[in-house]
């Protein structure tokens, strides 16, 4: 994680991973740019946290991978998420928007 | 993680190790590549972009650690990891590496043999039977207890055989024929015999190995006498030399002519009979061969068959168990009561038990507990020892590699690792050794099957214990070195390296008392075996050469009852003492009085004698008059027996002078009197004559008591002027011309029958003597270790005493009697545990108690001697240090 970003929650990292890769299959150097870009820079991911992240979900299923040509004719190992990863982000989603909805609550609160 | 994802990780961690470990190098070059390139195209140089690019990546040995561990199955990792680490540990240690498999060897292997010969005696059907968990033995019983087993009778067999709770039932009687195959060449064979219903194979489940088998199916077809018979395997081959050879072959059974119809399945044999020789004959031509009645199959009074049967489906043990009660409960009311005297007949019963063992003596593995405790124990008595000697050598090891595990705990290994790496090391040593023991299990198999009826577990139900007992004795022998090892830290061990290594020894030494301890009642035993074994192979011969005397052993249960048989010994006798080249014909009972303790009369003048309480234990021998004479033994004093004997009002006895020194302490023996009970009743012997104590004798076999002409002898001893091989033949014509149904079991020389005893006593003491030897030279291996141990230790300390005037010789006197305690306490424990190995002895074998203390005495001094080399070689060691360049090392 970057020094200048705010601290990922535990446990989110999966869930970020989870759905960008939903929305596009990509390697682990492009999956981090698109992070830092989403975010517009907010978040960071390093490598240290990254590919542990994707090695762990590809062990449990929740993720695949394949080896392709990029477009700049270099091999990489590209990473989409499988049907029981699709479960498990709607699942991580709903968990995190009663969290996030439960934390809003009670920051409104004066 | 579902249960299939769980499995592909295994997989994957141990089938695609490298190429996970390749694709994770290469995607996280990748990783870098893409972000120099963004580098580069920001307009770095391509060198300063890569350096900023694995700058920013991080720690890429780190990561891949990291990644490992998300990956799963790291555990095969480590484990690969600790086990090369534990072989380039055992090449840099290769002595104690070699002890130590050794001892696992035994161990393990030791446990191999024993498990894989009492399984099946316990758990598995008898050799050459089907295991079938529905195969049951109906047993008859009787007595309070029920443990006295009676035979059934053949209503009652057909009874079973009604009940629905058996698919079929077959029974078989034993009986000891005589067998003449008519080919002129050989002997009258005595066969052990079973007469069977006609169903028996069949019950069985045995599929004959040649032939048809039997005409008759019905299993209570009896009416009609079929003279047919299946032969067992190993006689097939040796008679006809293949089993469809056999077929068709006929041969006289107690002089009945049969035709062989069937070989039996290999292996096959109702009691291990110890020749290759085993018959099953119909039933129904038991009368016409045994000259017996035809009311056996009709009368419940005739008891004489045992039952075999296969349980119906569904059907179990106990839902038969009743059944065959009320049955049995049936046939006793229905049989006459006998009532003779005091004696009534014992309500008879029955049960069913799982068929396991053999056929003729089936029984209950409760039953055999104590047979089967005492197994075990000498299974865990020879684990304990090699478990002990491991132990003791590891935590020798470990000491020495204190620094080392220091270290390894100052880098920041867990004590966890580090014992988990030790543990590697002793199972990697433990399988190794199981290994090891099961090439020599299949040694012992093979040897075990060829030269004994047994049959031995599955190798691969043996393979399963095997590496079971691997796996236990590893974590025994190894877990407590290992948290031994990793107790103290570098600081600790750094500071004072001998506080720790006292501690570390001490409990090494712990280990070595307890091997020598363990040895000694190992030793005793098998020593105490091998006297008991020796005992039985001797033939007494005088001072007659044993090449002039020719045993001839009769059977005599197979010739009892028949025409032709043992009363036409007399008859044999008179031809054989008129044949040219014999000398004399002396008459023997085939085996002496069992074992009986005598009383030695009080002196008294006048007056009847009375006991005196003093018992004295003898194994008479029977021999007739005139045998001292024939066999030139020396009468001292007195007399031989004479004829007149038999109307004396006390039982004759002659005595040797062994007899008179040992019991008598050299004073008058003639008209002695002694003592021996006889049930209710006092038998009074006395001595009439004393003889020259005879080579060959057992220190038992002093005393001689008359045969008495009322019982058949037995055996003939024949002494020859011409050498005694030159007469076989002529007494073989004779023999088979005057007693046509008396097999012959034993027919030469002396010399012959000594140099076979030789040969079996050689093989059955060097096996034991290697098994003992073995124990003691790993105890003393150990002691070895510990006080190597202690002089690498205190190396700095003797070039100090040394430098200050100690002498050599007080140098290697610390050492040795260090040692030498160790050995001694290890003996003083050990003592009450051969006492209790050798009351143990004495009491459920019945091995003499006379020479123990010998072998007791012997046994101690051999393993204080053994345990003085095993302690003076190191010692010498100590007492040669240079002080200079101990000092200087330190």
Redesign the interface.
């Known amino acids: 994680m970057s020094a200048k970003s705010p601290s990922l929650l535990q446990g989110t990292l999966d869930l970020i991973v989870l759905q960008l890769l939903k929305s596009e299959p990509t390697?682990?150097?492009?999956l981090a740019q698109r992070i830092e870009a989403i975010s517009r820079e907010a978040l960071s991911i390093?490598?240290?946290s990254l590919?542990?992240?994707l090695?762990?979900l590809?062990?449990?299923?929740l993720i695949s991978a394949k080896?392709e040509e990029s477009k700049?004719g270099?091999?990489?190992?590209v990473y989409s998420v499988t049907a029981s990863g699709r479960k498990e982000l709607t699942e991580q989603r709903d968990e995190w928007a009663k969290f996030a909805g439960a934390l809003s609550a009670i920051l409104k609160t004066t | 993680m579902s249960v299939y994802g769980e499995a592909r990780a295994w997989l994957r961690a141990v089938m695609l190790r490298r190429r996970a470990e390749r694709e994770m190098h290469e995607e996280m070059t990748a990783h870098i590549e893409q972000a120099a390139a963004r580098f580069v195209a920001r307009g770095m140089s391509e060198r300063d972009a890569l350096h900023a690019a694995r700058k920013e990546f991080g720690n890429v040995a780190l990561i891949q650690e990291r990644s490992r561990d998300s990956r799963g199955g790291r555990w095969v990792d480590n484990l690969r990891a600790d086990v090369r680490y534990a072989l380039r540990h055992f090449a840099r240690t290769p002595l104690t590496t070699i002890t130590i498999l050794f001892a696992m060897l035994l161990g393990v292997g030791g446990n191999a043999a024993l498990y894989s010969v009492m399984q099946p005696l316990l758990f598995r059907t008898p050799p050459g039977v089907p295991n079938d968990p529905s195969l049951v033995m109906i047993r008859g019983t009787e007595g309070p207890s029920g443990r006295i087993y009676r035979e059934l009778s053949y209503p009652e067999l057909l009874d079973f055989a009604a009940q629905s709770v058996f698919a079929a039932v077959a029974g078989f009687r034993a009986a000891d024929v005589a067998v003449d195959l008519g080919s002129g060449a050989e002997d009258i064979l005595s066969v052990r015999t079973n007469y069977v219903t006609p169903n028996f194979f069949n019950v069985l489940g045995a599929k004959l190995a040649a032939g048809p088998g039997f005409m008759e199916t019905r299993y209570d077809a009896h009416e009609l006498a079929e003279l047919t018979v299946v032969v067992d395997y190993k006689f097939a081959v040796k008679q006809f030399g293949t089993p469809a050879a056999a077929i068709g072959k006929t041969a006289r059974v107690n002089g009945v002519l049969v035709t062989i119809v069937g070989v039996a399945p290999k292996r096959l044999v109702t009691m291990p009979h110890g020749a290759d020789r085993n018959f099953w004959i119909p039933v129904s031509a038991l009368p016409a061969i045994e000259h017996t009645s035809a009311n056996i199959f009709a009368s419940d009074d005739s008891s004489a068959f045992r039952s075999i049967a296969r349980l119906a489906e569904g059907q179990t043990v106990v839902s038969a168990m009743p059944v065959v009660r009320n049955l049995a409960a049936r046939h006793f009311a229905a049989r006459a009561p006998v009532q003779t005297g005091a004696s009534k007949v014992q309500k008879a019963d029955a049960d069913v038990i799982r068929l396991r063992g053999n056929l003729e003596v089936g029984s209950d593995p409760s039953e055999t507990l104590w047979g089967a405790a005492a197994v075990v124990a000498l299974d865990l008595l020879i684990l304990l020892v090699c478990t002990t000697t491991v132990s003791s050598l590891l935590v020798g090891a470990a000491v020495t590699r204190r620094h080392e595990i220091g270290i390894r705990l100052a880098l920041g290994a867990s004590r966890v690792r580090i014992v988990r790496q030790l543990l590697t090391e002793t199972l990697v040593l433990a399988l190794a050794g199981a290994i090891g023991g099961l090439l020599l299990f299949t040694v012992i198999r093979r040897l075990l099957e060829a030269r004994m009826e047994v049959e031995v577990a599955s190798p691969w139900s043996t393979v399963g214990f095997t590496a079971a007992v691997a796996l236990f004795t590893a974590l025994l022998s190894g877990l407590s070195p290992a948290l031994h090892a990793t107790r103290q830290g570098l600081a600790q061990v750094l500071k004072n390296s001998s506080a720790g290594a006292t501690s570390r020894s001490r409990l090494q030494r712990v280990f070595v008392i307890a091997q020598i301890a363990l040895a000694q009642p190992l030793l005793v035993s098998l020593v105490m075996f091998m006297i008991f074994v020796s005992g039985e192979f001797r033939t007494a011969q005088g001072k007659v050469d044993a090449e002039r005397l020719l045993v001839v052993r009769f059977d005599a249960w197979s010739a009892r009852g028949k025409t032709g048989g043992l009363e036409r010994i007399p008859a044999i006798i008179r031809r054989l003492e008129s044949t040219a080249g014999v000398r004399a014909v002396i008459p023997q009972s085939a085996n002496s009085f069992p074992r009986t303790y005598i009383e030695l009369a009080s002196a008294n003048v006048g007056g009847a004698a009375s006991p005196s309480g003093t018992r004295v234990q003898v194994m008479p021998a029977e021999i007739p008059s005139g045998y001292f004479r024939a066999m030139d033994v020396e009468v001292l004093s007195g007399r031989e027996f004479i004829v007149a004997d038999s109307a004396s009002p006390f039982t004759p006895i002659i005595v040797s002078s062994r007899f008179v020194h040992d019991v008598l302490e050299d004073g008058p023996a003639i008209g002695r009197r002694f003592y021996r009970r006889i049930g209710p009743w006092m038998d009074t012997l006395q001595i009439v004559g004393v003889v020259a104590a005879e080579h060959g004798r057992d220190n038992l076999e002093q005393m001689f008591m008359r045969l008495r002409t009322m019982r058949r002898p037995e055996a003939l001893l024949i002494r020859t002027i011409v050498p005694a091989a030159s007469v076989i033949p002529t007494v073989r014509n004779i023999v088979r011309n005057e007693a046509p149904m008396l097999p012959v079991v034993t027919l030469e020389t002396v010399a012959q029958q000594n140099r076979n005893s030789r040969s079996d006593f050689f093989q059955i003491s060097m096996a034991s003597a290697a098994g003992g030897l073995t124990t003691l030279l790993l105890g003393c291996v150990g002691l070895y270790a510990v006080v190597a141990l202690a002089v690498g230790q205190r190396k700095r300390e003797i070039g100090i005493r040394v430098a200050l005037g100690a002498q050599q010789s007080q140098v290697l006197e610390l050492f040795f009697l260090n040692g030498l305690k160790l050995s001694l306490i290890g003996l003083f424990i050990g003592l009450p545990l051969s006492a209790t190995s050798l009351h143990l002895l004495a009491t459920q074998v019945g091995m003499p108690r006379s020479n123990m203390m010998f072998v007791t005495a012997i046994v101690a001094l051999m393993v204080i001697g053994v345990a003085s080399i095993a302690t003076w070689l190191p010692a010498r060691k100590a007492a040669n240090v240079d002080p200079l360049v101990a000092l200087r090392a330190e």
Request: without cysteine; aromatic residues 18%; charged residues 35%.
């Open positions: 390697n682990g150097y492009e390093n490598a240290g590919y542990p992240a090695y762990r590809e062990a449990r299923d080896w700049t270099r091999r990489v190992k």
